[in-house]
């Protein structure tokens, strides 16, 4: 039978979740790494027990870890990140150039094929990848060309935070970047360009023709649909059909089109998932209720999900990496909220269990179906 | 020996349990233990000292004697006590953050 493994990165530490395929009883690992920030951490497609974890403090800085059992041991790995060349400067928030500083890793996305590749979202913007297993890492200079010197920092920093790999095209991925908006590359990284044709941004960005500085907070895809692309803005649910050449807003019925994740079914390519939060300020659910929202029809025709969540003086929020679905039939969904609850539902989202409750601020969630 | 006190975190990610005992050749300043320290401990290479500036991160504090010693020049000599091993070099996270 299989099993389930869920990766939780949180303000505090990591810890895995582990379950049979029923889902119902749920063994609790961790913290790994106590007391550090662990913004991710990830299974190799190739090997699901090859992790990569993302691991950072204020004090101690970067550090990145590899597991070769499934996150029962850990070895350090490099945490070198040296921009390529001349960093050069990007938008400040005062609108004056400001020079790239490496504060973090967002995003570890470990290669389709080979466990020893793996890229690297950090913050301030950009991307690195590893071949060696991540003791060494070269960032991929290219895409910071596109206009780099208009991105800028968000709220919470310029951070790249979305990977995407085309599972049947080695040589095309999709980045995003909270402010600059989503990039493509059809050269394996090389080179670059941007993708935000149909975002509207008007209260953040007042040229609608503008190529770059949208905050994008997510971007999800389905393997079998590689060139329709699912996305979370800072404001506004959108997708695209022709891999990122024109999106259209898909936010139809949402109670609020603000929030941070976004995810597709593992066997359903036009059902996705969201979770609305009020507004960009109160960063909290609509009226104190959380609740999934689903679309079966890739957009625009929202349900609400509440089955088992709480449905009142609920003031949590769901970052960007925080969802994540499984591979069974049916399919598992998974969301942690800032208050220290990973939710699980084993029936598509029609319901919903908390896994735990009460674990630090969870910053990212990722699922590994295990045979 | 020079011996270093390292603060929690950074004995955990070492592994290491108490302090560590380093042989450092003359003159023993923060940059030689520091070097010697990274040699043995690789994994704490960017953690106490940004990787390109090699300055001091600006949450870390170095204390020895009774003394902060964070701002003394990284190429001074410490106090004989430290190069003779009788008292140890304290890397402390500081009280900042949460």
């Excluded at chain 1, 497609?45 to 059992?69: C, E, K, M």
């Excluded at chain 1, 400001?98 to 290669?111: D, S």
């Excluded at chain 1, 990496?321 to 969301?335: H, N, W």
Aim: with cysteine.
């Amino acid at each position: 039978m299989s099993s389930i493994r869920v990766l939780v990165g949180t303000r505090k530490g990591a810890f895995v979740l582990t379950s049979d395929g029923k889902r119902e009883k749920w063994d609790v690992s961790g913290p790994h790494f106590g007391g550090w920030e662990i913004y991710h951490l990830k299974g190799s497609p190739a090997d699901p027990n090859r992790l990569y974890a993302s691991q950072s403090s204020t004090w101690f800085g970067q550090v990145i870890h590899r597991s070769d059992d499934g996150g029962t041991t850990w070895e350090t790995v490099g945490n070198e990140f040296i921009y390529e060349g001349v960093p050069g400067t990007h938008q400040w928030y005062d609108g004056t150039q400001h020079p790239w500083e490496f504060k973090r890793v967002w995003h570890l996305e470990p290669a389709q094929t080979d466990p020893n590749t793996v890229y690297a979202g950090v913050e301030d913007a950009a991307l690195f990848r590893s071949a060696d297993g991540g003791q060494t890492w070269q960032e991929l200079p290219g895409l910071r060309e596109v206009k780099g010197h208009l991105w800028a920092p968000g709220a919470g920093g310029m951070g790249l935070h979305t990977i995407v790999l085309d599972p049947g095209n080695p040589e095309r991925m999709f980045i995003a970047i909270s402010a600059a908006g989503a990039f493509r590359s059809q050269d394996g990284g090389e080179t670059w360009g941007p993708i935000n044709n149909g975002l509207k941004s008007p209260h953040e960005i007042p040229d609608p023709q503008a190529e770059v500085g949208h905050c994008v907070h997510r971007i999800a895809m389905h393997p079998s649909r590689p060139s329709t692309l699912f996305m979370q803005k800072h404001w506004d649910v959108l997708r695209t059909d022709d891999a990122g050449d024109v999106w259209r807003e898909v936010s139809g019925n949402l109670p609020s089109d603000f929030g941070f994740v976004i995810d597709v079914h593992a066997h359903e390519p036009e059902t996705i998932y969201v979770v609305p939060i009020k507004s960009d300020s109160e960063h909290y659910p609509p009226d104190g209720k959380l609740r999934v929202y689903r679309s079966r029809t890739g957009g625009d025709e929202w349900e609400a999900l509440a089955k088992g969540l709480p449905q009142q003086d609920c003031y949590v929020n769901v970052l960007r990496e925080a969802m994540a679905v499984d591979r069974l039939d049916p399919c598992g969904i998974y969301f942690g909220t800032t208050g220290g609850q990973v939710y699980a539902s084993a029936d598509s989202g029609d319901s919903w269990l908390p896994i735990v409750r009460d674990l630090p601020a969870v910053l990212s969630v990722e699922v590994q179906t295990l045979p | 020996m020079i011996r270093v006190i390292l603060p929690a975190h950074l004995r955990n990610l070492t592994r290491v349990q108490g302090e560590v005992a380093l042989a450092v050749t003359a003159p023993v300043t923060q940059r030689t233990i520091l070097d010697a320290l990274e040699a043995r401990y690789p994994q704490l290479r960017g953690t106490i000292r940004d990787h390109g500036t090699q300055e001091r991160r600006a949450y870390l504090r170095f204390f020895a004697c009774k003394q902060d010693l964070s701002l003394d020049d990284p190429d001074s000599p410490l106090p004989e006590a430290v190069a003779s091993g009788a008292e140890p070099f304290r890397i402390v996270g500081a009280m900042a953050g949460g």
